[in-house]
């Protein structure tokens, strides 16, 4: 059973770093894609970045230069280096996984940036 296990949020100050991780088990194929979403009550789930089995990255425009996406396909683990956090950067992050063009989701973690 696939599954996609993330951890790392919690409680910063604004200007503070958090660094998720993400690790897929269970299957016998490489992910595609992996990447991390987020959503904020009362919204729809959001692309905060992405990163492809050839380690090619795309951001969403308001994290530009202050999240950075990395992947170790040995580990079968994606992270999200999180920096100058702001406090619009409050959300529940889920981490994602395209395995031949199946999608899987993490339970998601919370991550809270204070003012």
């Known amino acids: 059973q696939v599954q996609l296990v993330g951890s790392g949020g919690g409680l910063v100050q604004a200007g503070g770093s958090l660094r998720l991780s993400c690790v897929l088990s269970g299957s016998i194929f490489k992910a595609n894609a992996m990447g991390w979403y987020r959503q904020v009550p009362g919204k729809q789930r959001e692309l905060v970045a992405i990163i492809t089995g050839g380690d090619n990255t795309s951001y969403k425009d308001s994290v530009k230069g202050r999240f950075t996406i990395s992947r170790d396909h040995v580990k079968n683990t994606v992270y999200l280096q999180m920096s100058n956090l702001k406090p619009e950067d409050t959300a529940v992050y889920y981490c994602?996984?395209?395995?031949?063009?199946?999608?899987?989701w993490g339970q998601g973690t919370q991550v809270t940036v204070s003012s």
């Open positions: 994602y996984a395209d395995i031949r063009s199946n999608e899987y």
